[in-house]
């Protein structure tokens, strides 16, 4: 008769959850890695103790953009809801099946991210799904809740519970978000009004979009990168690369648009070569290791 092995304890339950944390974690870096190269590149300059958190934070506002953007087959109003609950429940229960809202309300408690955060950006993914004109207040309704509050998030993760450096911070780093945001209306002008029959900046025409028009939208960029780059200078080092990365690529493809005429700003999307992201980061760095920054 055979002998069976020794019985062998299961590891602790301990042990299991701490694995579905990392797993969870780990999908939102896989989202981070194949969605973005350029927000991967500026995660990997971060300190390596916001790695995870940061990862979430992107994982989670991806997978609410890809509702709104891809599922065109889908009733994208009821799953946004959906996932908006879902998002709620796991904070609340501190714990989702869903591995992107778990590795997600894992950074929230760690780093009291602001519920209201969450909301205004979940708000601003509705109104995507909506026909609507937008003038000044929906404008920057919209902007706040899509780009502004995504910088508030990473800003309490870099701010590890310093909350008077975060008020300190609090403008710069909506105003860098507004730059963001303002430049990938620009880029996207044209894909945005024949996709999705819309026109962020208010009142503007497209068919009336001229060099003029583009003239006085890159001022009002131009004066929140100015804004945003004074925040920057202000963060603690383990996160200033990493930000700083990101306002460079930016300035880089504002400055490509700039240089540009109207027409060709609707002929197609600007983008910033592979190659010159790779001398971007190398500036970046040893601009950071100078202390030129």
Request: proline content about 4%; charged content about 25%.
């Amino acid at each position: 008769m055979a002998t069976l092995p020794p019985a062998v304890s299961p590891p602790p339950v301990a042990d299991h959850v701490a694995l579905f944390d990392q797993a969870s974690l780990g999908c939102s870096k896989l989202i981070t890695k194949r969605y973005s190269t350029s927000f991967t590149l500026g995660i990997r300059s971060l300190d390596a103790r916001f790695h995870e958190a940061i990862y979430a934070v992107y994982g989670f506002v991806r997978w609410a953009d890809e509702i709104v953007d891809t599922f065109h087959d889908r009733d994208k109003a009821a799953l946004l809801r959906e996932f908006r609950a879902e998002t709620h429940r796991a904070i609340d229960e501190q714990f989702s099946m869903n591995p992107v809202l778990h590795a997600f309300q894992l950074a929230v408690r760690r780093y009291g991210i602001d519920r209201e955060f969450i909301d205004a950006f979940l708000h601003s993914m509705a109104m995507d799904l909506e026909d609507i004109c937008y003038n000044e207040q929906l404008y920057n309704e919209y902007i706040y809740g899509s780009a502004e509050v995504v910088g508030l998030m990473c800003l309490r993760v870099f701010c590890e519970g310093d909350d008077a450096l975060f008020e300190r911070l609090r403008n710069p780093a909506r105003r860098l978000g507004a730059a963001f945001q303002k430049i990938n209306f620009l880029r996207d002008l044209r894909s945005d009004y024949e996709d999705r029959g819309r026109v962020y900046f208010p009142d503007v025409c497209y068919e009336q979009f001229d060099n003029a028009c583009k003239r006085r939208i890159e001022a009002d960029i131009k004066a929140d990168f100015d804004a945003g780059y004074a925040g920057i200078v202000q963060l603690p080092r383990s996160a200033r690369l990493g930000v700083y990365l990101a306002y460079v690529y930016y300035l880089k493809l504002f400055s490509t648009i700039r240089e540009l005429p109207a027409q060709r700003i609707l002929a197609g999307r600007v983008r910033v070569p592979d190659n010159t992201k790779l001398l971007l980061l190398l500036g970046s760095y040893f601009r950071y290791r100078l202390r030129a920054i």
